[in-house]
T-cell receptor, first 118, second 110 residues
Framework: GAGVSQTPSNKVTEKGKYVELRCDPI?????LYWYRQSLGQGPEFLIY????????DSGLPNDRFFAVRPEGSVSTLKIQRTERGDSAVYLC????????????????FGEGSRLTVL | QKEVEQNSGPLSVPEGAIASLNCTYS??????FFWYRQYSGKSPELIMS????GDKEDGRFTAQLNKASQYVSLLIRDSQPSDSATYLC??????????FGAGTQVVVTP
């Protein structure tokens, strides 16, 4: 398909383990976003990439979270020493352009990676 | 206080009636506003954007914006069971980030 692809769709891990979540954006989309959504809440901003660089990582909760986009396409969100509070759906979104200031509200979301930390 | 506030619902609407969803935002610097629809277990999908005061209509959906009151609304006319979903209000804040409300659950009853 031509949509945003996220893998894995489900990940169950134990507290303290390392996790990688992958996002393959829509071809040609330069902007890529990671959001986190907990049950009953709206998506919470984590990080935004414009091309290969992280233009804004102010939403990453702490230094256990890190994301890369080395070739300006696929992105990986990395979580070290997972905690039970990290359990959520991690959503990736892309957009074809960035608006003024680098952001746009017209995002195309993937189906998410549901992370459960036991 | 969250930047974008919505009633969580559920909002129960008879089939064929108008569903009215409300949203307020706290950042006066916000200029762009969006409504996303999210079906249970699925990802958000953009349905409307609005940038200027007034009404914007797209099919059965009408978005309304009042920047002076910091208020955004969404009307769904002729509600259908397929409209049952959570509707997320979102705004681009002064720092350029897209901030979401917690969403309003809409249930359309046949």
């Amino acid at each position: 398909g031509a949509g945003v692809s996220q893998t894995p769709s489900n990940k169950v891990t134990e507290k303290g383990k390392y996790v990688e979540l992958r996002c393959d954006p829509i071809s040609g989309h330069t902007a890529l976003y990671w959001y986190r959504q907990s049950l009953g809440q709206g998506p919470e901003f984590l990080i935004y990439f414009q091309g290969t660089g992280a233009a804004d990582d102010s939403g990453l909760p702490n230094d256990r979270f890190f994301a890369v986009r080395p070739e300006g396409s696929v992105s990986t969100l990395k979580i070290q020493r997972t905690e039970r509070g990290d359990s959520a759906v991690y959503l990736c979104a892309s957009s074809p352009t960035a608006g003024p200031g680098g952001y746009t509200g017209e995002l195309f979301f993937g189906e998410g990676s549901r992370l459960t930390v036991l | 206080q969250k930047e974008v506030e919505q009633n969580s619902g559920p909002l129960s609407v008879p089939e064929g009636a108008i569903a009215s969803l409300n949203c307020t935002y706290s950042d006066r610097g916000s200029q762009s506003f969006f409504w996303y629809r999210q079906y249970s277990g699925k990802s958000p999908e953009l349905i409307m954007s609005i940038y200027s005061n007034g009404d914007k209509e797209d099919g059965r959906f009408t978005a309304q914006l009042n920047k002076a009151s910091q208020y955004v609304s969404l009307l769904i006319r002729d509600s259908q069971p397929s409209d049952s979903a959570t509707y997320l209000c979102a705004a681009i804040d002064s720092w350029g980030k897209l901030q979401f409300g917690a969403g309003t659950q809409v249930v359309v009853t046949p």
